[in-house]
């Protein structure tokens, strides 16, 4: 059975920490792996990554996936209040586009 | 701008009462999708759709329905058939380049 495993579950951080959050994944026929931000409301995208290997980056936000370890981390860096989040990662299974969640790592970071 | 637009943002209904949430995209995009979420349980996949007139059941179809007549549309009914309805629900729509979701629908049945 396909599923996708997120670590921690939750997390409380300071201000200017360092985090990294933890997917693993198991998934039929693999495509790719997409990261998501979500505060209130709709979850936002932020990576997608592929078995090739290149890490992404986007400011203090970057990410990687070990296609042997069936792995991908996501780290934060000087980490900010705005942070605050969950973070959602889902593995892309097959040709119909159909996602399989983790549960999310809910990260808050204190000032 | 395109984007996935949801409405209502909150809606309360009392216990017995079929309810349609709507989902509207203007992104063209052929695959659309319901999610509920639940604290702690992550998203859980309702019904998807990948092209127009077709649709399949995702991992918790039981009490729901949906149509899908136009590419743009994919409208949700909360029937009076599922157990738990309270929850909050997403609508995402898709292309080769990822998900793109509306801001939701917070459904509470008293």
């Known amino acids: 059975e396909d599923k996708v495993v997120q670590s921690p579950l939750s997390l409380v951080v300071h201000e200017g920490d360092t985090v990294t959050l933890n997917c693993s994944y198991e998934v039929t026929n693999f495509r790719s792996l997409l990261w998501y931000k979500q505060e209130k409301k709709a979850p936002t995208f932020l990576f997608m990554l592929?078995?090739s290997g290149i890490e992404k980056k986007s400011g203090r936000l970057s990410s990687i996936l070990d296609k042997k370890e069936l792995f991908s981390i996501l780290n934060i860096t000087a980490t900010q209040t705005g942070d605050s989040a969950i973070y959602l990662c889902?593995?892309?299974?097959?040709?119909?586009?159909?996602?399989?969640w983790g549960l999310g790592t809910s990260l808050a970071v204190n000032p | 701008d395109g984007g996935i637009t949801q409405s209502p943002k909150y809606l309360f209904r009392k216990e017995g009462q079929n309810v349609t949430l709507s989902c509207e995209q203007n992104?063209?995009?052929?695959?659309m999708y319901w999610y509920r979420q639940d604290p702690g349980q992550g998203l859980r996949l309702i019904y998807y759709s990948q092209i127009v007139n077709d649709f399949q059941k995702g991992d918790i179809a039981e009490g729901y329905s949906v149509s899908r007549e136009k590419k743009e549309s994919f409208p949700l009914t909360v029937t009076s058939a599922q157990k738990n309805p309270t929850a909050f629900y997403l609508c995402?729509?898709?292309?080769?380049?990822?998900?793109?979701f509306g801001s939701g629908t917070r459904l509470t049945v008293v």
């Open positions: 995402a729509s898709s292309s080769n380049y990822g998900y793109t």
């Open positions: 992104l063209n995009h052929d695959a």
């Open positions: 889902a593995g892309n299974a097959g040709n119909n586009r159909k996602l399989i």
């Open positions: 592929t078995s």
